[in-house]
Each structure stands twice: as C-alpha cells, then as structure tokens.
C-alpha cells in the first residue's frame, strides 16, 4: 500500500536485519504497522496495530474479500464531511488511498495527467498494490490500540515505525517522543528485540542500518518535500549483546 514513510523500498535491507535470530514460533509485531508493507513479507505468528481504527477496519474488510470502487471528487468530500454515514472500512480507503501521498484526507486522488503526458489512475494503482499484499496477510492479528497498551507475547521481534520527529508524516501533535523511548526501555528490559525506523534516536541507542533516500516527509527531522534524507535502524545499545556477534 503506498502510505506516507512507507518502507517497502527498503524492506529487502532491514528485514534481514530485524529477523536476523528469530526463532521457531516467536512473535513478529508492528506498533504502527499503517500500510503494512514491513509485515506483509513476514511470515509466522504476526500482530500488526495502528491507533487509526479506519484503517485497520479497511485491512480487515479487504481480507475479507472486500473489492473497493473508484470515487469520484464528490464522493470523497460527502465521506470526508460525513463519517458517521458511512463503515470505518470504506472511510479508511478514502481517507488513505484515495487521496494525495496517502495522507488521511489529505486531497483527493483520481485520475491525473503528469507533465510527460502520461495518464496516471492513483486509485488504480491502489487497488493493484494492495492486491498483491492480501494473500500474504491472512493470518496476521489485527489490533487497533494505543501502541503502549498492545499485549506482548514474551520475547517478541518488535519493529517500530512511528511518526518521524519534527515531519507532516502523521498528525504527531500528541506524539509524546520521551514517553515512546521511555517505552521502548522499558519493554526491553522485559526480554523483547526491538528495532525503530527514525532520523534521530536518543544516545543510549545506535543505528545498525542507515542509506540515504529522496524522502517527501523531511530532511533528518525538518520538515520539507523531496528532498534527501538519511533514513535508518536503531536498537538499544546493550540489546541483546549477542544479537549481533553471532553467525546467521
């Protein structure tokens, strides 16, 4: 699913490293799991969770079967100005894939001739892209929480992509930064491997992962479009000291 800050590009090179010593029936599970493109290549027992119950109604329903339509300009402004008239499910496909960039009722989307002449049909493309996840996602729990109220298995894969710092990605006006590091602490102590996707972490964290990349959210933490940013992979410093100095 296209979805702001997205990692599918560069779920080839972080995965490897998230799932590097997973074990046998150990829990794979996503805070923010938003357009799940991280989880949908996980395999094995899997939670994905994100505070928008529009879009986890949507992932559900689409799991179902649920083959959405393409809306006109008109139909998504009457579902925009009027929620509560309509399933969380299909408001969770306007809000997200049928507007601009993927931002929740950020500007419609339709059908849109580029400057090289080209024709493109964005909410086409959506149901194409989603299409291809579906089958990889049948088992995966859904859950719609704050993310430090989720119950945790013992000892799960943890892999965190919340609202960068300091960018349009999500509304992160009530994104408390300390509180979500402060969580991450303390789960770690309870035995979990936790990673984040972020610009900057906290100094007791380090990036085992990093790459730059033209990013429409913000340059290392200051917000601005299409420009190049530096995306990368913390852990805890003392996480599991041997996480990294075993062979594969």
Partial sequence: MKYMGSKARFVKEILPIILRRRRKDQWYIEPFAGGMNVICNVRGNRIANDINYNLIQMWKKLIDGWIPKQYTYEEYKQIK???????????????????????????????????????????????????????????????????????????????????YKGTTKYNEKNFDYNFFWNWIRNIDKQGHTIFVSEYNAPSDFECVWKKKVISSLSVNGKAGSNKLSIEKLFKIKNMNKNFFNKKG
């Fill in 81 to 163: 100005n009027n929620k509560d008239k309509y399933p969380p499910y299909e408001i969770g496909w306007v809000g997200f894939c049928c507007s601009y960039r993927s931002k929740y009722f950020g500007g419609f989307a339709g059908i849109k001739k580029e400057k090289s002449g080209k024709i493109r049909n964005y909410q086409i493309e959506a149901i194409k892209n989603i299409s291809k996840q579906i089958p990889k996602m049948k088992n995966v729990i859904f859950e719609n929480k704050p993310y430090y109220k989720l119950k945790l298995p013992p000892k799960s894969i943890i892999y965190c992509d919340p609202p």
